[in-house]
C-alpha cells in the first residue's frame, strides 16, 4: 500500500517537477489546506471554524480573534482597492486593443479570400503545365534509361576490344575482372545472336587468355609472385583447382627432373650432393613453398571454398613430393653404392650429412613428409654398407698381406735359398702390425659417422645400433672371425690338394692367431668399445668366445703345420722304401741319403719353428743321449725283440715279449693335437714320419742285407732325431718297432754287428 | 668283448659268407719263417666261447683272404710266394678239407691242434704271369661262386670258374693305363646293378668299372690326400661308397656326384685301413686303423634308414656288453658309438659276421683279432 503510495507520489512529483513546482511547499500548503478551519485553506467551513472558536477560546480571546479579523479584512479591502485602481487603465487600453484587432482582421480576410483565388489561379496553370511536360519528362527518363543500357552495351561491344587490348598489354587481372562484369549478362542473353557473338568472341579472347596464362604458367621462367597470379586468375576462369595443381606439379616437375639429370652427370660425391641439395632439394622447397602459397595456405573466398582445395592440394602435394624424393633418393643411392673406394670416408660423411642436413628443410616446410625419415633410412643404409665395405676391404687386405707374406716367403727360397727363414718372425710382425693398423684406421673411418658435428649421429641408430651391432659386430668382430675362418680354410684345402700352402705360412698364421688369442683381440675389442662408446644393448660375441675361435685356429693351423711337414718326410722315406729291392739290395755301406735329407729337413723345420715358437719342455737326458740309448737300444732290446725267432717254439715268445712292452709303453697317437711349442711340433712330425717308415717296412719283404741297411738307417736316425723330440723313448719305441717289424719282414734275419752299424753311422 | 691271440702275424680277415648259421670267420697268417695257417675261428654266441680250427696254406704268407658266397668250404687267398730272391704274389681258390669241421674242433690253447693241422685242397690258380702281382680276389657278391676278379698291378681280371672250380679261365680283363707305375691297392665288387659294376682304387683315385664292356664309368680324381687304402660298397644303397685311406679320413661318396663326398669321417689318428658296412643296418659303419683302434659310428644321416626309433636317453644307458664310454646319442645324428682300443698294434682288417649283424671281428697286425658286439642299447634302438 505504502509501495503504492509511494510510486504515486513520485509520478505526480515529477509531473510537478516538470510544471516547476515546489513539491515542499505544495505539500505544506496541501496540509494545511486540508484542514477546514485554515483560513487560507481552499477548503475552509466558517462554520467548522466558528464552532470551533467558540468551543475552544475564552470570551478574551473571542474578542481579539475578533478584532484580529476585522483588522485582516480592512487591510485585505484595501489592498484590493488599491489592486483595481492600479489595473483600470490597462483594462481600458486593452479594450482598444482588441476593437483594433476586430477591424484588422476584417482587412486580412479579404485578402485571403483574393489569396486563395490567386492560389486555384497558380493551380490551374501548374496542373496544365504539368499536362503539358508529362510527355517530355517520360521520353526523358526513357532516354536515360537508354543511355545506361547503351554505355552497358558498348561496354560489352567492346569488351572483345578492350579483352584484346588488355591481353596484349597483358593486364590479365583487368581482363579477368572486366570478364567477370560481362559474363553473367551475356550468360542471360545468350540466346540473342549478337550476345552470343559476343559471348563467344569473349569466350574466345579467355581462352586464349587462359591459354596465355598457362603458357605463362608453364614456362620456367616466370616468378613465384606472377605464378601466384597466373593461379589466381586462372582459379578465377573457373579453371579446376586439381588441374591447376597437377600442372603447377607438372611443370614443378619437369624442372626438378631436370635437376636430377643435371646431378647424374657428376662424379665426386661431395659435388654430387653439394649439387643434389643445392639444385634438387632447394627447387623442392621452393616448390613446396610456391605451391602451399598458391594453393594451400590462400584466403577461401566464394565458390572456391566449397571445393576444399587446400586438402585435394595437400594430397597432391605429398604425393609430388614423394615420387620426386624417391626418385632423388634413388640416385642418391645408386651414388652412395658407387662409393666403394674405402680410402677417405670423411667425402662420404660430409656428402651425407649434408644430404641429412639439407632434407630437415623439407620436414620443416612439409611437417607430415616421410622424406626425412627416408633420407635418414638412406644414411644408416650407406652407414651400413659402408661398414660392409669396410670389412671386405679388411679381408681384401689381409688376403692381399697374406699373399705378400707368401710371395716374401716364396721368393728369397728361390734366390739364396736360406734368408726365408730367417726373416719369419720379421714378416709376422709386420704382418700383424700392419693388420692392426689398417684395422685402426678403418675404425677412425667408421667414427666419422658419430662425430659430434654430424646432424644424423644422434640419430638412435647411430648411438647403439650402429656402435654395437654395426661396428663391434659387423666390422671388428666379423673380420677377426674372418681371420680364424680364412685360416682354417687353408688347412681344409691344402689336406686334399696336396698341401699348395706353404707351411712356413701355415707355422706363421697359427702363431698370428695365438697371438690374437693372447692380446690382440682384447686389445681391438676394447679399443672399439672405447672409441664408439658401445652400449650393450643387445647381445654381442664375447672376447673369450672369439679368443677361443682364434685358439682353435692357431690349434688347427699348428696340427696341420705337422701334417704337412710330417707328410713331406713321409713321402720321402716312403718312396724309399717303395721303389727298392729289399731281397736283393747289397750289403749297406753307408747311410742311405734318403735318411740324411730326413735329418736335414727335421733341422731345418727346427729352426724354422724356433723362430716363432719358444723351445717347449722335454724329458730330461743325459748330454750323450744319442750313444746310451742307441747301444740299449740296439745291444739289449732289440736282441730279445728278433733273436729268439729264429726257433719256432718261440715264436710265441716274440709276440708275447712284444705285447708286454707295449702294455707298459703309453699308445702313441701319431696325427694327435701339439702344444705350442717347438718340442712338441718336432714330435708330432717326427711321429708322423716314423709311423709311415713302420706301416711301409711292413708292406715290404726284406732280404738279409735289406734288414742290415734298415738297422743303419734307423740308427742313423737314432743319432739325431732324439734331440728333437720331447721324449726321446718316443723315438726309440718307433724306430725299435721299425726293425722290428723289419725282422719280422725278412727272410734271412741276420742282423748287423751294432760296431759295424756305429761304424758306417759315424762315417755318415 | 672276446679276444684271440695267433702266434704269427696277420693281416687277413674275412668272414665266411656262405655260412648264415654259425658266426665264423676265416684269418690267414703272415709269416715268412713258419708255414702259413688259415685259422677258422667260430663264436658260440650262446656260450660265448670261441673256438678255433687251423688249416695248413704252404704256398705262402697270406695277404689277402676272401671266401666264396656260394660255397662254404672254398675261399680264395692271395699270397706272397718267395723265390729265388725273387718275391710273387699269387692268387689261388682252395677248398677246405671236409674233415675240419669235425676233426679239429678244440680249444686254441691245446698245443697238439697247432702241430696236426690239415692242409687246404688247393682247386686252382689265378695266375697269370703276365699281368703281375695280385693284391686282392674278390667273390661275385651274392653270385654262384663262378665268378671272381682278382686286381693285378694295374689290371681287373675277370675269371669264369668251372662248377667245381677246379679250373680258371680269363674271360675280360681291363688295365688301368696312364703315367708311371700304377698299381690297383684296393677293390669292391658292388652288389648293385646286377653285379656289374666294380669299385677299384689306386693311389689317390677311385675308379668305377662296368664289367659289362670292362670299361672306366667314373672316376674320383684325389679322393684322398694320400693313399686310398680299402672301399665298401654300401648294402643297401646302390650309389653309396665308403672308402679310407692315408689321410686319417672315412669318406662317403654318392657316385652319381663325384665332386664331393656326401660325409667324411675324421676320427683316427692314423691311417684307415679298413672300412665295412653293416651288411643289414648300413648305418653302422667299422673301421679299422694303424692307430690300433677300431671305430663303430652311426651314419643315421646317410643311411637306407634315416628314420630311427626315438628312445629315451634311459633306454640306452644299458650297455651290457659296452665298457666304453658310449654317448648318449641323439636320434637322427651320426656320431661315434664306440671307440674299441683293445688292439695294440695296427689294426688292418675289420669284418662283420655274415650270420649275426650285430658282431663283428677286428685283426691287428700282431695277431689278435678282437670279436665285439653292437652295444644292446643300440641294437633295440635300431630294431625297435
Known amino acids: 500500500m505504502y509501495g503504492n503510495f509511494s510510486r504515486k507520489r513520485r509520478v505526480h512529483g515529477m509531473l510537478k517537477l516538470y510544471y516547476g513546482l515546489n513539491e515542499e511547499g505544495k505539500t505544506v500548503d496541501q496540509a494545511e489546506s486540508m484542514n477546514p478551519c485554515d483560513i487560507n485553506g481552499t477548503h475552509f467551513d466558517p462554520e467548522v471554524y466558528l464552532n470551533k472558536l467558540r468551543r475552544e477560546c475564552s470570551l478574551g480571546e473571542l474578542m481579539d480573534q475578533e478584532t484580529c479579523m476585522v483588522k485582516q479584512i480592512r487591510s485585505l479591502d484595501s489592498d484590493m482597492q488599491t489592486l483595481v485602481y492600479e489595473n483600470y487603465n490597462k483594462f481600458i487600453s486593452a479594450t482598444d486593443t482588441i476593437r483594433k484587432m476586430k477591424n484588422d482582421f476584417k482587412k486580412m480576410e479579404d485578402e485571403m479570400d483574393c489569396l486563395s483565388t490567386n492560389m486555384a489561379a497558380i493551380t490551374e496553370f501548374s496542373a496544365h503545365i504539368s499536362g503539358t511536360l508529362q510527355d517530355q519528362h517520360a521520353q526523358i527518363t526513357k532516354l536515360s534509361g537508354v543511355h545506361t543500357l547503351l554505355r552497358k552495351l558498348q561496354f560489352l561491344f567492346e569488351l572483345p576490344a578492350r579483352l584484346n587490348k588488355c591481353l596484349e598489354l597483358q593486364a590479365y587481372s583487368q581482363a579477368v575482372s572486366s570478364h567477370r562484369r560481362a559474363r553473367c549478362v551475356l550468360q542471360q542473353y545468350s540466346h540473342m545472336p549478337s550476345f552470343r557473338g559476343i559471348q563467344d568472341d569473349c569466350h574466345a579472347i579467355m581462352d586464349k587468355l587462359a591459354q596465355e596464362l598457362r603458357q605463362k604458367f608453364r614456362d620456367g621462367g616466370s616468378s613465384a609472385k606472377d605464378l601466384s597470379e597466373c593461379v589466381e586468375l586462372l582459379l578465377q576462369l573457373d579453371e579446376p583447382a586439381e588441374e591447376l595443381c597437377d600442372k603447377f606439379l607438372i611443370h614443378a616437375q619437369s624442372r626438378l627432373e631436370a635437376n636430377l639429370r643435371g646431378l647424374e652427370a657428376e662424379t665426386d660425391i661431395l659435388e654430387f650432393i653439394d649439387r643434389g641439395c643445392n639444385e634438387f632439394v632447394s627447387s623442392l622447397c621452393l616448390v613446396i613453398a610456391s605451391y602451399q602459397e598458391l594453393f594451400v595456405n590462400r584466403p577461401q573466398e566464394g565458390e572456391l571454398a566449397s571445393k576444399n582445395i587446400p586438402h585435394m592440394a595437400i594430397g597432391k602435394l605429398h604425393a609430388f613430393v614423394d615420387a620426386m624424393a624417391t626418385c632423388y633418393f634413388l640416385l642418391v643411392e645408386r651414388r652412395i653404392q658407387e662409393e666403394k673406394s674405402v680410402g677417405d670416408n670423411s667425402l662420404l660423411v660430409r656428402a651425407l650429412d649434408r644430404f641429412h642436413r639439407r632434407l630437415q628443410a623439407v620436414a620443416k616446410l612439409l611437417p607430415g613428409s616421410a622424406v626425412p625419415s627416408q633420407g635418414t633410412e638412406i644414411v644408416v643404409r650407406a652407414a651400413r654398407e659402408r661398414i660392409k665395405q669396410y670389412l671386405a676391404a679388411l679381408q681384401r687386405f689381409y688376403l692381399d698381406s697374406l699373399r705378400d707374406v707368401r710371395q716374401a716367403l716364396a721368393a728369397p727360397r728361390l734366390a739364396t735359398g736360406k734368408d726365408a727363414p730367417a726373416s719369419l718372425p720379421e714378416l709376422l710382425s709386420s704382418l700383424s702390425a700392419s693388420i692392426l693398423n689398417q684395422i685402426k684406421s678403418v675404425l677412425a673411418s667408421v667414427h666419422l659417422f658419430t662425430a659430434k658435428d654430424i646432424t644424423f649421429s644422434n640419430k638412435p641408430y647411430f648411438k647403439g645400433e650402429f656402435c654395437s651391432q654395426g661396428v663391434r659386430e659387423s666390422l671388428v668382430v666379423n673380420f677377426i672371425k674372418f681371420v680364424c675362418q680364412s685360416s682354417r680354410q687353408f688347412c681344409e684345402s691344402a689336406g686334399d690338394r696336396g698341401g699348395s700352402t706353404p707351411p712356413a705360412l701355415l707355422l706363421l698364421l697359427s702363431r698370428l692367431c695365438l697371438e690374437y688369442e693372447t692380446s690382440t683381440i682384447t686389445y681391438i675389442l676394447t679399443l672399439t668399445d672405447e672409441q664408439f662408446l658401445v652400449q650393450h644393448r643387445s647381445p654381442v660375441t664375447a672376447v673369450a668366445a672369439l679368443c677361443g675361435e682364434a685358439r682353435e685356429a692357431a690349434q688347427k693351423l699348428l696340427n696341420h703345420y705337422v701334417k704337412v711337414q710330417g707328410l713331406i718326410i713321409s713321402q720321402m722315406l716312403r718312396k724309399s722304401v717303395e721303389t727298392r729291392d729289399w731281397v736283393n739290395t747289397i750289403e749297406p755301406r753307408n747311410v742311405r741319403a734318403v735318411m740324411k735329407r730326413v735329418v736335414e729337413d727335421t733341422t731345418s723345420i727346427d729352426v724354422q719353428v724356433s723362430l716363432l715358437y719358444e723351445e717347449g719342455t722335454r724329458k730330461a737326458h743325459s748330454s750323450d743321449s744319442s750313444k746310451r740309448t742307441f747301444s740299449v737300444y740296439s745291444g739289449s732290446r732289440q736282441q730279445t725283440r728278433y733273436a729268439p725267432s729264429y726257433t719256432p717254439s718261440a715264436a710265441m715268445d716274440t709276440n708275447f715279449l712284444s705285447n708286454i712292452h707295449k702294455l707298459f709303453s703309453e699308445r702313441i697317437d701319431i696325427f694327435s693335437p701339439v702344444e705350442f711349442n717347438k718340442v712338441s711340433v718336432l714330435t708330432g712330425i717326427i711321429k708322423i714320419s716314423l709311423k709311415t717308415f713302420l706301416e711301409c717296412v711292413r708292406l715290404r719283404t726284406f732280404g738279409r742285407y735289406g734288414l742290415q741297411q734298415i738297422q743303419v738307417d734307423c740308427n742313423y736316425l737314432q743319432m739325431y732325431l732324439w734331440r728333437f723330440v720331447s721324449d726321446e723313448n718316443l723315438v726309440h719305441f718307433l724306430l725299435d718297432e721299425i726293425v722290428g717289424s723289419t725282422a719280422h719282414r725278412c727272410l734271412d734275419p741276420a742282423p748287423m754287428e751294432q760296431s759295424v752299424i756305429e761304424v758306417i753311422c759315424e762315417r755318415g | ?384
Request: include cysteine; charge should be negative; aromatic fraction near 8%.
Open chain 2, 1 to 384: 668283448m672276446y679276444q684271440l691271440y695267433f702266434v704269427l702275424q696277420a693281416r687277413a680277415l674275412t668272414s665266411q659268407t656262405a655260412e648264415s648259421d654259425a658266426i665264423r670267420f676265416l684269418v690267414g697268417t703272415q709269416s715268412l719263417k713258419f708255414d702259413n695257417q688259415i685259422h677258422i675261428i667260430d663264436f658260440d654266441d650262446e656260450n660265448n666261447i670261441i673256438s678255433k680250427s687251423v688249416l695248413q696254406h704252404q704256398a705262402g704268407e697270406i695277404w689277402h683272404i676272401s671266401a666264396s658266397p656260394a660255397d662254404k668250404a672254398v675261399l680264395t687267398t692271395c699270397y706272397n710266394k718267395t723265390s729265388e730272391s725273387r718275391v710273387v704274389t699269387c692268387g689261388a681258390v682252395w677248398r677246405m678239407p671236409p674233415e675240419w669241421e669235425s676233426g679239429s674242433h678244440e680249444s686254441p690253447d691245446d698245443p697238439h691242434n697247432s702241430h696236426n693241422p690239415q692242409n687246404l685242397e688247393l682247386l686252382c690258380h689265378l695266375d697269370n704271369s703276365s699281368h703281375g702281382n695280385a693284391s686282392c680276389v674278390l667273390w661275385e657278391p651274392m653270385g654262384d661262386g663262378k665268378h671272381v676278379i682278382s686286381l693285378a698291378d694295374n689290371h681287373a681280371l675277370l675269371w669264369d670258374l668251372t662248377e667245381s672250380s677246379t679250373q680258371a679261365t680269363i674271360s675280360s680283363s681291363a688295365t688301368l693305363e696312364g703315367k708311371g707305375q700304377l698299381k690297383f691297392t684296393a677293390g669292391k665288387w658292388s652288389p648293385h646293378h646286377n653285379c656289374t659294376q666294380l669299385a677299384t682304387a689306386n693311389d689317390t683315385a677311385i675308379r668305377g668299372w662296368d664289367l659289362r664292356t670292362m670299361s672306366q664309368i667314373y672316376c674320383i680324381e684325389n679322393a684322398h690326400g694320400q693313399l686310398v687304402r680299402d672301399l665298401d660298397f654300401n648294402p643297401n644303397k646302390q650309389y653309396y661308397l665308403a672308402s679310407c685311406g692315408d689321410d686319417c679320413k672315412v669318406k662317403f661318396w654318392d657316385v652319381r656326384n663325384i665332386n664331393e663326398p656326401v660325409k667324411t669321417l675324421e676320427e683316427h689318428s692314423h691311417w684307415v685301413w679298413s672300412v665295412r658296412f653293416n651288411h643289414s643296418h648300413d648305418q653302422l659303419v667299422l673301421t679299422g686303423s694303424s692307430d690300433s683302434r677300431v671305430i663303430l659310428s652311426n651314419m643315421v644321416s646317410i643311411s637306407s634308414e634315416p628314420f630311427g626309433h626315438l628312445v629315451d636317453d634311459d633306454d640306452l644307458s644299458d650297455g651290457e656288453d659296452n665298457h666304453q664310454d658310449e654317448k648318449t646319442k641323439e636320434p637322427l645324428q651320426d656320431s661315434i658309438i664306440s671307440t674299441y682300443e683293445e688292439h695294440e698294434d695296427s689294426v688292418y682288417a675289420v669284418e662283420w659276421s655274415s650270420a649275426d649283424p650285430w658282431l663283428f671281428a677286428s685283426l691287428s697286425y700282431d695277431g689278435r683279432l678282437v670279436i665285439n658286439r653292437v652295444p644292446r642299447a643300440l641294437k633295440y634302438h635300431i630294431l625297435l
